[in-house]
């Protein structure tokens, strides 16, 4: 498999890490399998509530997914050179997140043996059949992508030269993921907490201010874990995007707050008061609280430029954003929707405990998968690093040369000492 | 006058816009077409629906024969954990069925009756709009909604979708919660969608629903509502009923006779 | 030369292995023999030749199950004419014992029993449990 090997070799701390990944995996799998011979019933979910918290990590998990085009559109569409050594672990985690994604979607549904009868019989007309199409595309290219830049990385030559269209179509393309997922809500009538237009919007906002958090503090960890380091201004570049899209988003939720609560169309309200206010009693209020007051907390940190700045505080926020958009989506978005249900009837819905490690090892997967891809890349960009090959010469021959590299292979030595060649989508290549 | 390639890309992509767009128009533009059509009474062909007259239904709060039928037909479990609970015909109090009508001041007569829900087969179904696999469609010659438990995935995109909760999910096997099985209809397995689909299987042989059958008041009345001449047709052309959720632009076929 | 031992007991293992179902048909006294099927009294002609309904019987299943639950159809017209009602439960088992007859002999063939039988009543089971 692809540079495998090199996830292969590591200290004892990475070692005790991926067995302790493993360990979880299997009593999660354990679980999972108990699942499929005694049935959904295992999970807390009902007749009422009939998606909860699988159906929640999916969608939260798409919006992780989606946020990688928030340092793939900055480096390749507006040459922001910051995030250049950013730009391959953001892909990474896009790989990962839909992954479990797929995951989430697999584990939840009643016949998973049945899966392919989405392809044999697909319905064009289910968003569904869509959000399929959307997130098995998005894997496609972001494999892709991360195969050939690391590859060429490895080989220190230029990517092929098609590879940059494909980067180009993966931009839009993660943004249609988490509109189609979107979709699958607002697109139903009788759910009104679920039907409004803001909701693909709001969910790129929220998922544009949690992917990018989550990849600082990955960055973050790296860096104290392997020396491996972004840089500064690449770490403040994704803190004022997290900073925007946090404000963006809150200021959506603020919006759909207004609406419902001016207009006070019950069906509108109805979200509200079983998330924020309590009217009505269900298991969500404490999360839907704490989802807004961590919300807040993060705001003050980011907007705070001093704070933002600050590694410490930034790390604290970064923490807060992640966790208060994990419960507003991965939780109370998806429950609340069913609350109350078409005939008024207020169902409670908490997770079993074999639901919850199932969650878990789905995670636990993604963070091998995270930890395994980190550890390919940054063994590639280290070795490079400490090596310091000249690099092969680019500058006036572009994509052609990317399309004869690709084919003459690795074998071919390089045959200039023109120093470090930093490249961009189109070829373009600029020595430092 | 002479086309450059340029300028005849750029047409023929705005033909193509154009041409595309007209047609994603008329397909999205179809549903309110056809809604009209169906307020003006002219549709085509067959739409199998019930009129639940309240009057006759509300004189026994306890009857449950209805219900009682359906269960011992079509092999439907009785679960006690109500989380589990598989309803194609139930109870409910009339308010929560017409909680938009509700005025504080309704005689408690109706306001707590309780008042059977079932599947409302309806002219543009939800559910089976976001059904992925077609496990769940809506049948041409009669229009009812059918099921498909051969080919459901169990994604319960269809729970989230209607907007009665007609639907029920099989979270276990239900075989070891059936009273008294019925061999001659299959029972569900663990993991697929179920609801009421009108007793197809009974339709066939040229028999009412069960639960029409069983209703000691004929409170249960069934039949095509696009046949003028039909019992149903001639009920409500002539009384004022109601319908769960109209304005969610599903066409219920299920009238509720108050 | 050190790896000698290793090798030659994977080998033993491997072929150990696949000659298992040798040695678990000799010790479980397993006949080669297929199983004699009872066949039904009341009948003397299936719904399609013998020939087909030993391959293709799945296939034809299949075609009931489409057409009964997808296309409202309810007969189906036989090879000789004759109309038989398209059911599992009343029209196969009205002849076949569901366990003398479709699980024997999947279980002799070593296909896996299909899941028919989750949701498909045995009408035969059904009045014996009930007693």
């Known amino acids: 498999m692809f540079m495998f090997e090199k996830a292969m070799t590591g200290g004892r701390r990475y070692w005790t890490w991926v067995g302790a990944l493993l360990v979880v995996i299997a009593v999660a799998f354990g679980f999972y399998l108990y699942q499929l011979s005694y049935g959904l019933g295992l999970t807390g979910m009902s007749r009422n509530v009939s998606w909860g918290l699988y159906i929640g990590q999916f969608t939260f998990m798409v919006g992780v997914a989606a946020s990688a085009v928030m340092v793939v559109l900055p480096y390749y569409l507006h040459n922001h050179k910051e995030f250049a050594r950013m730009t391959i672990l953001g892909e990474f985690l896009a790989v990962a997140s839909v992954t479990m994604c797929m995951m989430f979607i697999m584990i939840d549904m009643g016949k998973p043996m049945r899966v392919l009868n989405v392809m044999l019989y697909p319905q064009f007309h289910s968003v569904m059949f869509w959000d399929m199409v959307s997130l098995s595309g998005y ?125 006070h169309v019950p069906d509108l309200t109805a979200d509200f008061q079983d998330l924020y206010l309590g009217a009505v009693h269900t298991s969500l209020l404490p999360w839907g609280r704490t989802s807004i007051v961590l919300m807040a907390a993060a705001l003050v940190l980011l907007l705070v430029p001093r704070w933002r700045r600050n590694e410490k505080t930034l790390v604290v926020a970064c923490v807060l954003v992640f966790s208060s958009l994990w419960i507003d989506k991965g939780v109370c978005m998806v429950v609340g929707g069913f609350i109350p249900s078409p005939l008024g009837t207020i169902t409670r819905y908490v997770p079993t405990l074999p639901e919850l490690i199932i969650t878990l090892g789905v995670w636990a997967v993604g963070a091998l998968m995270v930890t395994v891809f980190y550890k390919i890349a940054l063994s590639v960009e280290i070795a490079k690093e400490a090596s310091y090959v000249p690099a092969y010469e680019f500058a006036r021959t572009g994509g052609a040369i990317g399309l004869q590299m690709h084919s003459s292979s690795a074998a071919v030595p390089p045959d200039s000492g023109s120093g470090h060649t930093n490249k961009d989508a189109f070829g373009k290549s600029e020595q430092e | 006058m002479k086309i450059t390639r340029k300028e005849f890309l750029k047409i023929s992509g705005a033909c193509l816009v154009a041409f595309t767009g007209k047609k994603a128009l008329a397909v999205l533009d179809n549903p309110a077409k056809s809604q009209t059509s169906s307020a003006s009474g002219s549709k085509a062909s067959k739409q199998l629906g019930m009129v639940v007259d309240t009057r006759k239904c509300i004189k026994d709060q306890g009857c449950t024969k209805c219900i009682d039928a359906c269960v011992q037909a079509h092999n439907i479990p009785s679960f006690k954990d109500p989380h589990h609970q598989i309803k194609w015909i139930w109870k409910k109090p009339f308010d929560d069925l017409f909680s938009s009508y509700e005025t504080e001041y309704l005689e408690t007569s109706l306001k707590d009756e309780q008042t059977p829900v079932l599947c409302n087969h309806c002219d543009k179904p939800p559910c089976v709009r976001v059904c992925p696999t077609g496990a769940t469609w809506k049948r041409k010659e009669d229009g009812i909604v059918m099921m498909d438990w051969h080919r459901c995935i169990g994604c319960r995109f269809c729970m989230a979708a209607c907007p009665y909760g007609a639907r029920s999910f099989n ?55 696009n046949d003028p001449k039909s019992e149903i047709r001639q009920l409500l052309a002539k009384s004022y009923t109601l319908r769960r959720r109209p304005e969610l632009g599903t066409g219920p076929n299920i009238y509720y006779l108050v | 030369m050190r790896d000698r031992v290793w090798i030659i007991a994977g080998l033993f293992l491997f072929l150990g292995l696949v000659t298992y179902p040798v040695w678990h048909n000799l010790v479980a006294h397993t006949s080669p023999k297929p199983p004699q099927l009872v066949l039904p009294a009341n009948e003397k002609q299936c719904v399609a030749p013998v020939n087909y309904m030993r391959s293709s019987h799945m296939k034809l299943l299949l075609q009931w199950r489409q057409e009964v639950v997808r296309e409202d159809k309810s007969k189906y017209v036989a090879f000789n004419g004759k109309v038989y009602n398209m059911s599992l439960s009343g029209t196969c088992l009205k002849c076949h014992n569901q366990q003398e007859f479709c699980v024997r002999c999947h279980t002799y063939a070593g296909v896996r029993t299909p899941y028919c039988w989750n949701c498909h009543l045995d009408p035969a089971q059904v009045k014996r449990s009930a007693r």
């Open chain 1, 139 to 263: 894997l496609i290219l972001n494999a892709t992508i991360t195969y050939f830049t690391l590859h060429a990385e490895q080989e220190d030559v230029h990517y092929p030269h098609w590879v940059k269209y494909i980067i180009l179509l993966s931009i839009p393309w993660a943004i249609s993921i988490h509109t189609v997922t979107g979709f699958l809500y607002s697109g139903l009538p009788g759910r009104l907490g679920w039907r409004t237009a803001i909701m693909a919007p709001r969910f790129l906002a929220s998922a544009f201010a949690a992917g990018p958090a989550l990849l600082i503090l990955l960055c973050l960890l790296l860096r104290r874990q392997t020396g491996y380091d972004v840089g500064k201004k690449a770490i403040n570049g994704l803190a004022v995007i997290v900073t925007y899209a946090m404000v963006i988003n809150t200021f959506f939720i603020l919006m759909e707050f207004f609406t419902a609560m001016y207009s």
């Open chain 2, 171 to 225: 979270w276990v096997d239900p075989r070891p919660d059936i009273k008294t099985l019925n061999p001659n209809f299959p029972t569900r397995t663990k993991g697929v969608v179920e609801k009421c689909t009108f007793c197809s299987e009974r339709l066939v042989k040229g028999e009412m629903p069960a639960c029409v059958e069983a209703c000691p008041e004929k409170a249960l009345v069934f039949g095509d509502v």
